[in-house]
């Protein structure tokens, strides 16, 4: 019979994309309130999808990748996407400038990937639950950051595989003081 093994905690993390900037900062402080602290904030980054968001979301598109508080279960990323969905309800309406003017893209970073949650289903993606499906956007191997086939334009590039390594570091530190990290057995 196989053994389960206790699973390490995740950083939780979420892209936040708005073509208003201070709708995107509302949005930020609005998941820290709920979240915790932010640990890690990557600079305002464009945000192209050859136009596929451009009608409903505005013109032009800027994203930010955030990290909240102490690494925590990774079990509960389908909630997250729920409630992640509702806020962006909240910021819907005749009050602001388009149709959709925010969209949160929520997941988490492991010392071995980032996944992201999603509402579309593809051949890549594992169902969770309540129509929110997994997706493993990059792997880390060889000390870096690798994409897939399947990763999004925006995920492949060196800001957000640094956001990603200041996240995995930030784990690793957290692992380390409560001596959870595990090592590799040497010979």
Request: charged content about 25%.
């Amino acid at each position: 019979m196989a053994e389960v093994f206790n699973v390490e905690p995740v950083v939780r993390i979420c892209a936040v994309i708005s073509a208003d900037d201070r709708i995107r900062n509302q949005a930020i402080n609005r998941l820290s309130e709920n979240w915790g602290e932010i640990m890690v904030q990557s600079p305002c980054l464009p945000f192209e999808a050859g136009g596929y968001y451009a009608e409903s979301m505005g013109h032009p598109l800027k994203k930010q990748l955030v990290a909240f508080g102490d690494p925590i279960d990774g079990g509960t990323l389908a909630d997250w996407k729920l409630w992640t969905n509702a806020v962006e309800r909240d910021f819907a309406g005749p009050d602001y400038p388009s149709i959709r003017p925010l969209n949160l893209d929520p997941g988490y970073v492991t010392q071995a990937k980032l996944v992201l949650a999603t509402t579309k289903n593809r051949d890549h993606r594992v169902y969770l639950r309540d129509g929110i499906f997994g997706e493993i956007t990059l792997t880390y191997t060889a000390k870096r950051w690798v994409h897939h086939r399947w990763t999004y334009p925006d995920y492949r590039t060196e800001a957000v595989a640094a956001f990603a390594t200041q996240c995995r570091d930030h784990l690793r530190d957290h692992l380390l003081s409560r001596g959870m990290l595990r090592r590799r057995p040497t010979d």
